[in-house]
C-alpha cells in the first residue's frame, strides 16, 4: 500500500531549495529526516520540577496573567 | 498504554514551571498524570523573555531546556501567527477581554494539532476562547469561563 503526504512549502522557493539539496532522491531524503526527527524524543520537561525553581512573588506572577 | 498528550504552553504557565508560585501545584498535577508533550511558539517564548525576569534570571535556563529539547518549538514565525490570527481576531476581540498575543498562542496550538491548552489565564476569557476552539483546557475550565465559552461559540 501507498501512503502519500502533501507539503504545503512555507515561502517561495523552497520547493527548489529542497530539489537541489535533496539530490538524487527527494523522497529517500525526506523519508530520512523524517524518520531521524521521530526518532530524537525530547527530553523529558517533567525533570524540571526536581531542579532550582525559586520562589516568585504573587505580583510577579500576576503580571503573567494578565492579557498581552 | 496512554497515548501522550500533546500540550500547549502559555507563559504564565511557563513561569509556574520555572517559579515556584501559587499556581505551581497545578504544574505539578499535570505532571503526575503521565508524559506530554510540550509545545511553544516564538510569542510564548516573547513573553517568557520579558516575563522571567521579573522573578529571576531562569529564562537561561527555559532557553538551555528548548536547546535540550525539553519542549517542541511550533516553529511558526510572528508573522506566520498574525496573518493566521486575523479571523480569530475579528471573532473574539469584540467579545471578550482577550490579548492579542493570546490569540497568538491559541491559533498556534490549534495550528499545530495539540489537543491541550495550558494556562492560567483568569479574567480576559484566552481560556474560554480555547474551549470554544475545542481545545481540551488544563486546569479544568471553571463555570464562568464555561458559560463564556458557551456563549462565544454560540455568537459566531
Known amino acids: ?14 520547493k527548489a531549495e529542497l530539489a537541489r539539496k535533496a539530490r538524487p532522491n527527494i523522497n529517500a531524503w525526506l523519508n530520512d ?35 498581552e | 498504554m496512554p497515548q501522550t498528550r500533546i500540550a500547549f504552553a502559555d ?11 501559587r499556581a505551581s501545584a497545578q504544574v505539578r498535577r499535570w505532571a503526575e498524570q503521565g508524559p506530554s ?7 510564548v517564548l516573547a513573553e517568557c523573555r520579558c516575563n522571567f525576569w521579573r522573578a529571576g534570571d531562569r529564562i537561561v535556563a527555559l532557553e ?24 480569530l ?25 495539540c489537543r491541550w491548552f495550558l494556562s492560567f489565564d483568569s479574567a480576559s476569557g484566552c481560556r474560554a476562547v480555547a474551549l470554544a476552539l475545542k481545545l481540551k483546557v488544563f ?4 463555570n464562568q469561563d464555561r458559560e463564556l465559552a458557551k456563549r462565544l461559540r454560540l455568537t459566531v
Open chain 1, 1 to 14: 500500500m501507498t501512503e502519500h503526504i502533501s507539503l504545503r512549502p512555507r515561502r517561495p522557493g523552497l
Open chain 1, 33 to 67: 529526516l523524517i524518520e531521524r526527527e521521530l526518532a530524537a524524543q525530547p527530553n523529558d520537561w517533567r525533570e524540571i520540577l526536581h531542579g532550582e525553581r525559586p520562589v516568585a512573588s504573587e505580583e510577579a506572577f500576576a503580571q503573567c496573567l494578565r492579557p
Open chain 2, 11 to 21: 507563559a504564565n504557565w511557563l513561569f509556574a514551571l520555572y517559579y515556584e508560585t
Open chain 2, 37 to 43: 508533550t510540550l509545545v511553544v511558539s516564538q510569542a
Open chain 2, 64 to 87: 538551555s531546556d528548548l536547546r535540550a529539547r525539553r519542549f517542541i518549538d511550533c516553529g511558526y514565525t510572528f508573522e506566520d501567527l498574525v496573518a493566521g490570527s486575523k479571523e
Open chain 2, 89 to 113: 481576531f475579528q471573532r473574539f476581540a469584540p467579545r471578550c477581554n482577550i490579548g492579542t498575543l493570546d490569540l497568538l498562542h491559541i491559533h498556534a496550538a490549534k495550528r499545530f494539532g
Open chain 2, 139 to 142: 486546569p479544568e475550565v471553571e
